[in-house]
């Protein structure tokens, strides 16, 4: 077994704390290769930031448990070697099971989240409750989930959203004995959160997407006030990417993300973990489409992967900076 803070890491808990206080959110940057990580380390630095280096069962399945680990060591020393020892934790994203949780634990996890939504409540409560008791004996932080969210992300698939019901929140804090709180307030997982019928257009014809149900965000923030809350699906789809892509032979349609506005908005209040990854996602791929189309003679990987890192510590240097407000809290 591997303890976090051998590999420099920190958990959640003092961060989200300040993040609470001083009314902004610590952003959960998704990776899986060394790209993307040089990126959010790079940003972050950067800006001064607290970052929360995020990874999916399908992530750690594509990059090897093992080398994730050192890849999260790695980040830590990186960050030093850019002059700044910002706070990083390694955040399992959308654990399904005990075994999984615990594996990651033994890894040198600083933190994971048990999304046990698509069980029964009771259910939910039992296996979330089983994960923050071997959790919280090793040091590590626990992310629970309390309604469902639409969209795919890897192996999270869920055809309809369900809000989280205000009500069940002090019984699931309190019997489970999580860290923080992911809820369903209307964001969704993938770059395709909105279909067309369900947005507005502006007087320029931009597609402007239902508001997140903040009536619903209130009523939980009263029912355990200053308690750590976590949004999931919170990509802003950025149209440019989506232009670019399609440009160089793309195919991207209808894809319709957060406005940065609402983001801001929830980030002053007690949610104070915001994830991102398929910004991300579409960031690199269209610095790696506009090489390959425009530059059809490149052959070498580090010739369209550096741009692509570039153009991503670009985006997620202007998310801590403008969305989430974490920019100088490191």
Do not use: W
């Not at 960050?79 to 634990?105: M, Q, R, T, W, Y």
């Not at 309604?147 to 489970?176: K, M, N």
């Not at 965000?217 to 200053?226: N, R, V």
Request: proline fraction near 5%.
């Amino acid at each position: 077994m591997v303890h976090y803070s051998e590999l420099g890491l920190v958990n959640t808990n003092e961060l989200f704390k300040k993040a609470i206080e001083g009314k902004y959110a610590i952003p959960a940057f998704n990776f899986n290769n060394m790209e993307q990580m040089q990126a959010i380390i790079a940003a972050c630095v950067e800006t001064e930031s607290p970052v929360i280096l995020q990874v999916s069962s399908g992530a750690r399945k594509y990059a090897n448990q093992t080398l994730l680990r050192y890849m999260a060591q790695g980040a830590v020393e990186y960050a030093k070697e850019l002059g700044k020892n910002i706070p990083v934790v390694l955040h399992l994203d959308h654990g399904d099971s005990f075994e999984l949780c615990k594996s990651c634990i033994d890894s040198g996890f600083s933190s994971v989240m048990i999304d046990g939504s698509h069980f029964s409540y009771e259910e939910n409560i039992a296996l979330t409750k089983q994960v923050v008791e071997y959790a919280h004996a090793h040091g590590v932080s626990v992310e629970g989930e309390l309604g469902v969210l639409a969209g795919v992300e890897d192996d999270v698939v869920a055809e309809h959203h369900t809000y989280t019901r205000p009500e069940e929140v002090v019984d699931f804090v309190t019997r489970t004995g999580v860290d923080s709180l992911a809820i369903s307030i209307g964001t969704s997982h993938g770059a395709n959160k909105f279909t067309p019928a369900q947005c507005t257009r502006d007087e320029n014809g931009i597609l402007i997407p239902p508001p997140l149900r903040f009536d619903i965000l209130e009523e939980i923030e009263k029912q355990i006030p200053g308690f750590p809350i976590v949004l999931h699906g919170a990509s802003s789809v950025p149209q440019e990417y989506v232009a670019t892509i399609n440009k160089y032979g793309g195919a991207l349609k209808d894809s319709i993300g957060i406005p940065e506005e609402q983001l801001r908005r929830a980030a002053s209040s007690a949610v104070c973990k915001i994830n991102i990854d398929s910004d991300g996602r579409l960031a690199m791929t269209a610095a790696v489409r506009e090489v390959m189309a425009t530059k059809p003679g490149e052959f070498d990987p580090r010739k369209y992967l550096g741009p692509a890192r570039d153009e991503l510590k670009k985006l997620y240097s202007h998310k801590t900076v403008n969305v989430l407000g974490s920019a100088g809290k490191a």
